[in-house]
C-alpha cells in the first residue's frame, strides 16, 4: 500500500514521479485540472495525447482508464491521464466502480512506468458533479487497498473544502496520513 498525503495546493506544482490528470475523453486538453496541467505542462504533452489518439485511441481514452504522456514542463516525469465518469444518483453503482478504477489503473500505469511517487487531483469531484465527501471516500479507500509499487500517494487538492472533505474521509476510513499533511 502507498503511503497516503494531502496538500492542498496546485498538482501543477508539485515535484513527483507522476501526476495524475483528471482528463476529458478526448485527451486534448480541457478545463479545471485538464487545463491546468496542458497549460503548464505546455505543448509537448498535447503532443503526445495527439499521437495516443492517432493511434490506439482514435475514439478516445474510455472511463476508467488510464494512459501516460510526458510530463513536458511540470516537475514531474510523466502525466497519467485518466478521465471519471460523470456523477448520476441513477447509476451509482456503476459510476462509483468507474470512479474507483480510475485510481487503480492510475497506480498501475505508474507503476508500470516505474514512478514512485504520484500526485493525484479529487477525479470527477469538479465540473463532473461528483459529491466531494463520497469521492474522497472512493479515492482513498480504493488507492489504500491497492498493492502497489508506488510508494506516495499524494492528494493534492485545491481548496479548502477540498482538503477538509479528504481528511475527514480518512479518519472515516480508518486511515491515517502517512507523512505530515500540507497546506501551500
Known sequence: MARITLVEGDITEQ?????????NSSLLGGGEVD????????PEILAECRQLRASHYGKGLVTGRAVATTAGRLPA??????????????????RAELLASCYRESLR??????A?????PAVSAGVFGWPLDDAARIAL?????ERSTVEEARFVLFGSESYA??????????LHESGSGQRD
Open 15 to 23: 515535484k513527483v514521479d507522476a501526476v495524475c490528470n483528471a482528463a
Open 35 to 42: 487545463g491546468a496541467i496542458h497549460r503548464r505542462g505546455g
Open 109 to 114: 500505469v505508474a507503476a508500470e512506468l516505474g
Open 141 to 145: 479507500s480504493t488507492v489504500a487497498g
Open 165 to 174: 472533505a479528504f481528511e475527514r474521509a480518512l479518519r472515516e476510513l480508518g
Open 77 to 94: 516525469r510523466w502525466v497519467v491521464h485518466t478521465v471519471g465518469p460523470v456523477y448520476l444518483a441513477e447509476d451509482y453503482e456503476r
Open 116 to 120: 514512485r511517487t504520484v500526485a493525484f
